[in-house]
């Protein structure tokens, strides 16, 4: 089957990497290369650097809007359009070239969390279970009709972590439907069932004395670098990037800071940051930044 394959971050290289081995991929599109870190400089998307690996031509349009854009598309006559987290919608005219339609990997239990970050909200939301679905595209965002879900639980999972598991979960499931396409059955969604995950802002991970503990270590799981979990010790801006529970009874906005452990008070029990990065650090134990810190004995932590 000749395909066009559409991605760009982590969660696509496994698709990606999965179709390469079994099918024929014509050209591969992602985002252009964008400016990252102090320097800004200009980076690849994984998925470029994964397909240049492969041999495969790799398209950056800034858009999909042109008629270049699609003049080649149609040129190539793709059977499958296959798409995994590209982060352009498809206008309808691209819609319409493949033969046999548009395939999404989407990473969550469609229709619930369409939208761009379906990994993060589901951790947020406290959801038990998340998963792949396999859809057809149409206009609407992640409206179209399903073909293949595959559900895994979510557990203490990282927001990197389940889009790993997600990624492995979705190249398989794209593979098998790729495989009985002309058979398969496909599920209208369920308008009224759906949710929408938007993109996750530093707002919707912040730490503050008043969050529960369970809800404080959900927003560290689904953190990254482009919205950290942080607060603020001494005036110190700290990014949490792991935690646990503990059974060291503190009150909200205490902190206990000891060779061993840096422990916080929530609003009902407390926090161990196991791992943190001081503002223009790198990564460390939380007891290990304690030593060098000269915290005083009444320091309180707050929100930043």
Same mark, same amino acid.
């Given at each position: 089957?000749?395909?066009?394959?559409?991605? *760009?971050?982590?969660?696509?290289? &496994?698709?990606?990497?999965?179709?390469?081995?079994?099918?024929?991929?014509?050209?591969?599109?992602?985002? %252009?290369?964008?400016?990252?870190?102090?320097?800004?400089?200009?980076?690849?998307?994984?998925?470029?650097?994964?397909?240049? @690996?492969? =041999?495969?031509?790799?398209?950056? &349009?800034?858009?999909?809007?042109?008629?270049?854009?699609?003049?080649?598309?149609?040129?190539?006559?793709?059977?499958?359009?296959?798409?995994a987290a590209?982060?352009? $919608?498809?206008?309808?005219?691209?819609?319409?070239?493949?033969?046999? !339609?548009?395939?999404?990997?989407?990473?969550?239990?469609?229709?619930?969390?369409? =939208?761009?970050? %379906?990994?993060?909200?589901?951790?947020?939301?406290?959801?038990?279970?998340? =998963?792949?679905?396999?859809?057809?595209?149409? @206009?609407?965002?992640?409206?179209?009709?399903?073909?293949?879900?595959?559900?895994?639980?979510?557990?203490?999972? *990282?927001?990197? #972590?389940?889009?790993?598991?997600?990624?492995?979960?979705?190249?398989?499931?794209?593979?098998?439907?790729?495989?009985?396409?002309?058979?398969?059955?496909?599920?209208? #969604?369920?308008?009224?069932?759906? *949710?929408?995950?938007?993109?996750?802002?530093?707002?919707?991970?912040?730490?503050?004395p008043e969050?529960?503990?369970?809800?404080?270590?959900?927003? $560290?799981?689904?953190?990254?670098?482009?919205?950290?979990?942080?607060?603020?010790v001494q005036?110190? $801006?700290?990014?949490?990037?792991?935690?646990?529970?503990? @059974?060291?009874?503190?009150?909200? =906005? @205490?902190?206990?800071?000891?060779?061993?452990?840096?422990?916080?008070?929530?609003?009902? !029990?407390?926090?161990?940051?196991?791992?943190?990065?001081?503002?223009?650090?790198?990564?460390?134990? !939380?007891?290990?930044?304690?030593?060098?810190?000269?915290?005083?004995?009444?320091?309180?932590? #707050?929100?930043?």
């Amino acid at each position: 089957m000749n395909i066009v394959f559409m991605g *760009t971050p982590d969660f696509a290289v &496994p698709i990606l990497r999965a179709l390469a081995d079994r099918h024929s991929l014509l050209a591969v599109y992602t985002r %252009p290369d964008a400016a990252s870190g102090r320097g800004k400089r200009l980076l690849p998307p994984p998925v470029k650097r994964a397909a240049l @690996e492969l =041999g495969l031509p790799v398209i950056q &349009p800034a858009s999909l809007r042109t008629s270049d854009v699609r003049d080649q598309l149609i040129a190539r006559a793709p059977d499958v359009i296959c798409v995994a987290a590209y982060g352009m $919608i498809l206008p309808p005219d691209i819609l319409a070239i493949p033969r046999l !339609g548009c395939i999404n990997v989407h990473a969550s239990l469609l229709p619930r969390w369409r =939208g761009a970050a %379906p990994v993060h909200r589901a951790i947020l939301a406290a959801d038990a279970t998340t =998963g792949v679905s396999i859809m057809r595209m149409e @206009e609407g965002l992640d409206t179209g009709p399903t073909a293949l879900q595959v559900s895994t639980p979510i557990g203490e999972l *990282t927001a990197e #972590q389940l889009t790993l598991r997600l990624a492995a979960l979705g190249a398989t499931a794209l593979l098998d439907v790729l495989d009985r396409l002309a058979d398969v059955t496909w599920s209208t #969604q369920d308008d009224a069932l759906a *949710t929408y995950a938007l993109k996750v802002t530093r707002a919707d991970v912040a730490l503050s004395p008043e969050l529960t503990v369970a809800e404080a270590l959900r927003r $560290i799981r689904a953190s990254g670098s482009s919205a950290p979990a942080r607060l603020t010790v001494q005036e110190c $801006i700290l990014t949490v990037v792991s935690a646990s529970s503990t @059974e060291v009874p503190l009150a909200p =906005g @205490e902190v206990s800071a000891g060779p061993k452990a840096l422990l916080i008070g929530m609003a009902d !029990g407390s926090l161990s940051l196991d791992m943190i990065r001081p503002a223009g650090k790198g990564g460390m134990c !939380g007891s290990a930044w304690v030593c060098g810190a000269r915290l005083d004995d009444t320091c309180t932590w #707050q929100a930043l």
